[in-house]
């Protein structure tokens, strides 16, 4: 059964600064995607991972997948408020299901 | 502008109540997801549906049912709601299986008391 880990669960931090969320899966698996949900909001695709050292980046979010340690890491660079959001991996399954992590709930400060 | 619509924003119901929440989908998709989600825990997959009057139970079906009369609307009923399934619910569709062009709609809040 595909377990996905994401950590940390909840993060605070100050603008400019530069972070990582990390999602950890247990079985092989061949796409990863990365979804933003704003508070009272739908969920936003963020980002499709498919092959080993896949890196996708748009704006200060960049995400890269490693599919023989079986992580992906999403990492913020130079946060700014509107960045604020929880932010979730997911992983597709031997039954072409989405697994998904418990959500990153990122708070920016200014 | 693609749209998943689902029917209500919050709805607060009484234990043992039958609960229908509904779903629909201007986007001519085959396949439609019923997920609950849960501080902590994720989205979890409820239901799912392939096509017409086609159902597959998802990683925690008991409690709930689902009905797909037509390929637009996906109901998710609640047949004797019960206090932990208060809730955030959330559709989605899509025109491929695994992840691929998923679509949510904004969700229902579902408290019951």
């Known amino acids: 059964e595909l377990k996905v880990e994401q950590n940390p669960l909840f993060l605070s931090m100050q603008e400019g600064k530069n972070y990582t969320i990390y999602c950890n899966y247990s079985t092989t698996s061949d796409r990863l995607y990365w979804y933003r949900q704003d508070p009272g909001k739908s969920l936003e695709s963020l980002f499709v991972?498919?092959?080993n050292g896949a890196v996708k980046q748009e704006g200060r979010l960049m995400a890269s997948l490693d599919t023989k340690a079986r992580l992906s890491t999403l990492h913020i660079t130079a946060a700014v408020h509107d960045l604020s959001a929880t932010y979730f991996c997911a992983v597709v399954d031997s039954n072409y299901q989405l697994i998904w992590g418990a959500g990153t709930k990122l708070i920016i400060k200014p | 502008d693609v749209k998943v619509t689902q029917s209500s924003r919050y709805l607060v119901k009484r234990t043992g109540e039958k609960v229908f929440l509904e779903c629909v989908q201007d986007m001519d998709h085959e396949n439609m997801f019923w997920y609950r989600q849960d501080p902590g825990l994720g989205l979890r997959l409820i239901y799912f549906?392939?096509?017409?009057?086609?159902?597959e139970k998802g990683d925690i079906p008991e409690g709930y049912s689902v009905s797909r009369e037509k390929k637009e609307r996906f109901s998710l009923i609640l047949e004797s709601a019960s206090t932990n399934q208060t809730s955030m619910y959330l559709c989605a569709s899509s025109l491929l299986a695994g992840g691929y062009g998923y679509t949510f709609g904004s969700g229902t809040r579902l408290t019951v008391v």
């Open positions: 991972l498919l092959s």
């Open positions: 549906s392939y096509d017409v009057k086609m159902k």
